[in-house]
């Protein structure tokens, strides 16, 4: 059996994607409608599609298992049967010759994109290999820079080694620049520690093995048995699908040590069991994972024929699914359920999410990729940050969401409401010392809420009372109040006639009070004009 993987960006904030059991599918690729079943090969009908990716400048890559082809387009099909805008591992859209070069290939298992969405990663799973674009493709038939697993392009021997895979399926660049591979028949996950530019490049860390150089199966906490799909949280979780242990391991880190152990399981009630089932908490067979940007969790249940939505990654073992797709409960697992329409699955490989909660599923044996619109509780994107501001002049707070519309904003000072402060922009004009303090904003949908951090507003104080007077010593004091700890420079001039020649003769913070003072010992230029600025 086969398997996939993508990574996907989830939030630690209260946040997420909400779907309901046996919800219908909005928009169908790979087929003109949700009842059609086509396998004949085209820009338009995708006959084995398991793999879907989505880069960040939103491109969508299929990978095409039974013909050895990835498609892409350019943007998220909003309408069914949407053709394809490029095709690689075939030189064009209707052949299905597969071979092992740099631009043909075999049998498509897992696609997914550089974290910058730059580069093309895809493994070709009957070639024993993964390959790299390093651009994302625009012409049909492009022929791919870098090879693993293999010295050439046109080998394809299997092997254990840090160099080798044997039936490589899920692939994933984390954020961080890593490159992992869910090497299936060797029953390990291998991470190079950056992605490679050079052909037949090894792997730094194993998991699943504590070498290099076995593959034996287990179901301990360290061990795998034909591992498949892998995700990649914000905060930094690794989620794994084991396949035969019928389980998800999730490790609260990315390893850097051979041979690591898993955190938590979901599917089992601990380590060491494998047992299936077609329960809220049971898989048989999961084959891929999805994370959302806010967190929700879908495993592909490719023997129940179905996906199982967490709302968020569960924090404890055996825990349980809160949604079903592709079932009318969490005890079905009949195949085309209700038959071939929206809402059912024959086998689902593997997900993928959208920015905007949408979760694209794509399945071999219903020969399309059907996309699900979530409802998604405000997420946000882009945080207020501090503001320090001159008096007298305006501060500026800004929050970035994404969520179900409409999104509504509710700013708070020191805690509480501010009056008509209820856009995702709060202007604070004419700064004064009673705006000093702490802001935050709450959005709220139909959904859910989410509280951004909390931020602080300071105010910037010109010098005030600005004082000279002689000493007894005969020397000069000049003194002023200003903004606690914020250095001013102390500027003189000879006469003031423009332009003024300001020469800078003293720079110091004011101290904790916000009290600046400066004696002038150099009395004997004649006449002094003086003035102070923040700096």
């Not at 012409?139 to 044997?166: C, E, H, M, R, Y």
């Not at 059907?370 to 501001?389: D, R």
């Not at 010109?462 to 007077?469: D, E, K, R």
């Amino acid at each position: 059996m086969l398997a996939l993987s993508l990574a996907a960006i989830g939030s630690a904030q209260a946040a997420g994607t909400f779907f309901t059991t046996f919800q219908a599918a909005s928009v169908v690729i790979g087929q003109t409608n949700f009842t059609s079943q086509d396998t004949n090969t085209s820009q338009v009908v995708t006959p084995g599609p398991v793999t879907v990716a989505i880069s960040a400048q939103g491109k969508l890559a299929v990978g095409d298992l039974l013909n050895g082809r990835v498609l892409i387009w350019n943007s998220i099909p909003t309408a069914n049967g949407t053709p394809a805008d490029v095709v690689v591992g075939k030189p064009d859209f209707t052949n299905t010759t597969s071979g092992c070069t740099a631009s043909l290939c075999s049998a498509i298992s897992s696609v997914t994109f550089s974290p910058d969405g730059s580069k093309l990663i895809v493994n070709d799973d009957y070639n024993t290999r993964v390959l790299i674009w390093n651009s994302v493709p625009t012409t049909n038939g492009q022929p791919a820079d870098v090879v693993i697993g293999q010295t050439n392009f046109n080998t394809a021997t299997g092997g254990i080694a840090s160099n080798k895979l044997n039936n490589g399926v899920g692939v994933l660049v984390a954020p961080n620049g890593k490159l992992l591979i869910a090497d299936f028949s060797n029953s390990r996950i291998l991470i190079f520690n950056s992605l490679p530019t050079t052909n037949n490049a090894s792997a730094d860390v194993v998991i699943g093995q504590t070498n290099m150089t076995t593959a034996t199966t287990g179901t301990a906490a360290n061990q795998m048995n034909l591992p498949s799909g892998v995700a990649y949280s914000s905060e930094g979780k690794l989620l794994v699908t084991d396949e035969l242990n019928n389980r998800v391991l999730v490790f609260n880190n990315l390893p850097a040590t051979n041979g690591a152990s898993a955190d938590l399981v979901i599917g089992q009630a601990a380590f060491g069991f494998k047992n299936a089932g077609t329960t809220v908490s049971n898989f048989y067979h999961p084959t891929g994972l999805a994370l959302s940007p806010s967190g929700t969790l879908a495993i592909e249940d490719f023997g129940n024929n179905r996906v199982l939505i967490f709302n968020f990654i569960p924090t404890t073992n055996g825990a349980s699914a809160d949604v079903v797709l592709g079932q009318p409960n969490f005890t079905s697992s009949t195949a085309f359920n209700g038959g071939i329409n929206a809402n059912s699955f024959n086998h689902p490989y593997q997900a993928a999410f959208t920015t905007d909660g949408r979760l694209l599923v794509a399945g071999r044996d219903m020969s399309r990729v059907m996309i699900f619109t979530g409802q998604q509780s405000p997420l946000i994107t882009a945080q207020p940050t501090n503001q320090t501001v001159l008096a007298g002049s305006n501060a500026v707070f800004t929050v970035t969401a994404l969520g179900a519309a409409p999104l509504a904003y509710q700013w708070q000072f020191n805690g509480t409401n501010a009056d008509t402060a209820t856009n995702a922009t709060l202007i604070i004009n004419l700064v004064e010392a009673t705006n000093v303090g702490n802001y935050q904003v709450i959005i709220t949908n139909s959904i859910g809420s989410v509280t951004s951090v909390v931020v602080n507003l300071n105010i910037l104080w010109p010098p005030q009372g600005f004082v000279a007077y002689s000493t007894n010593t005969g020397q000069l004091s000049l003194r002023f109040a200003g903004t606690p700890n914020f250095p001013y420079v102390l500027q003189s001039a000879t006469n003031l006639t423009p332009p003024v020649n300001w020469q800078p003769i003293f720079t110091n913070p004011a101290d904790g009070s916000g009290n600046w003072q400066f004696t002038d010992t150099n009395l004997n230029s004649g006449q002094r004009f003086y003035r102070a600025l923040g700096q």
